[in-house]
């Protein structure tokens, strides 16, 4: 069975002292226990991640992992400002979020930099998040499920059965930061596509990779959007950023 996984981007935003207090309010919530077929994960921005490795391990929070916003497709070399995958691993990251849609139209990332980001991080042990999604205009015109598929093939081209050991995160870009939100049942449309795609590749890797809704997951839809038999999981944005509302969904 699928574990249910919640990942709170934090995108470009934090403090050292904001840090702390969210791990610490974390940490107290997560004493009353959490449900133990879950994963919790945390990706504050680069230059947080040593600072929240430590503040996990001091509160001793076995049900929450670090994870980091991006990671270079390259292992090595002059690449300023690049974070390499090892570099991660090092700082105690398990997960690394990859191909986020702002990543994309920001910096113009496609899809095969996205799979060779992805092959530097399962290299390093740790596991990919593969964001895909489809514009409001690609929706309108009735190509969703076209380029949504699309972007998943060009994964399975270049990572194959590797994809077992990758989580895809289906992030409809209209839904990003607008407040509003796929419903469960269109949702679940999507990620039912995603999986049937994969099936025409393998479906034991189909049956076995997790995928997340990203897109304006908040406290009170997480139930609905959890309960979908092929959503397994969110990435939560900004609204992660409330340690309390992180905590809601985690428990949703």
Known sequence: MRPLIVIGNWKMNGNLASNADWIKTVARGMESGMPADRQYV????????????????????????????????????????????????????????????????????????VAAKALQVLDNGMTPVICVG????????????????????KQVAVLQD?????????????????GKVAS????QDMHRHIRLQLAEFDEDVASHVGILYGGSVKPDNAVELFA?????????GGVSLNPNDFLAICQA
């Not at 979908?228 to 939560?236: A, K, S």
């Open 162 to 178: 590797r994809l077992v050991d990758c989580l895809i995160a289906y992030e409809p870009v209209w839904a990003i930061g607008t």
């Open 134 to 153: 489809e514009t409001a205009d690609e929706r309108n015109s009735g190509r969703a499920e076209e380029v949504v598929c699309g972007q998943i093939t």
């Open 228 to 236: 979908m038999p092929d959503i397994d999981g969110g990435l939560v």
């Open 184 to 187: 469960a049942q269109v949702a």
């Open 42 to 113: 945390v990706c504050p921005p680069h230059p947080y991640l040593a600072q929240c490795a430590q503040l996990i391990k001091e509160h001793s929070l076995a049900f929450l992992s670090l994870g980091a916003q991006d990671a270079s497709a390259q292992s090595s070399g002059a690449y300023t400002g690049e974070a390499s995958a090892s570099m991660l691993k090092e700082l105690g990251c398990r997960y690394v979020i990859l191909g986020h849609s702002e990543r994309r139209q920001l910096h113009h990332e496609v899809d095969e930099v």
